[in-house]
């Protein structure tokens, strides 16, 4: 057999990819890492170090720092557009803090700081939120860290799941719920 040349185009593409391929390799290691770190310096056996001030501290440190980074890279076209978006990242962080707290019932008792310590962990992934896609993936990440955290600081892992899915799902449904409201409404002015 003769030996071919390689196609020029095919690996040029391929070279294209390799780099981002490489980069969110290398980012999900590091996140890994930091969340398994956290976990570990931050709750030993069921008694999260943190206090109330450090969780609420780094969990929202973690999503400002992120909603300031996304905005250097990617400035809006209005000051306040960017503001604003910073202030619903924010906004959402918190309230999966305020969803978990208010989903831990009897049967799923955990106790107030280790839920705080799992929500600043899961916050954790917010500093790398600076495009959509990695808004996503920082999102499932989060979810995972905080349900991690959970088992780790002593919850049940069935607990953990509720209160993991709790936290994380009032995001979506708060999506879904803005999304058919504003398409209703947009439904209603055409009927009228």
Do not use: C
């Amino acid at each position: 057999m003769v030996p071919r040349e390689p196609n020029r185009p095919a690996a040029a593409e391929s070279d294209s990819l390799t780099l981002p391929i490489r980069l969110f390799n290398a980012w999900r290691k590091l996140l890994g890492r930091i969340g398994d770190q956290a976990v570990r310096l931050v709750g030993r056996g069921g008694a999260p170090v943190a206090g109330p001030g450090l969780s609420l501290a780094v969990g929202l440190g973690a999503t400002i720092v992120g909603a300031t980074i996304a905005q250097l890279i990617h400035p809006a076209q209005q000051p306040l557009q960017g503001l604003a978006a910073g202030a619903v990242s924010v906004m959402w962080v918190v309230a999966r803090l305020v969803m978990m707290r208010l989903s831990n019932t009897r049967e799923t008792t955990s106790e107030p700081g280790t839920i705080r310590f799992a929500w600043a962990v899961g916050a954790l992934p917010q500093l790398f939120a600076v495009t959509p896609e990695l808004k996503i993936v920082a999102w499932l990440l989060g979810a995972a860290l905080t349900f991690r955290a959970l088992v780790l600081a002593g919850t049940a892992p069935r607990n953990a799941l509720w209160l993991s899915a709790w936290g994380y799902g009032i995001e979506p449904a708060g999506f879904v719920l803005v999304t058919l409201t504003r398409n209703l409404t947009d439904a209603f002015k055409l009927l009228a």
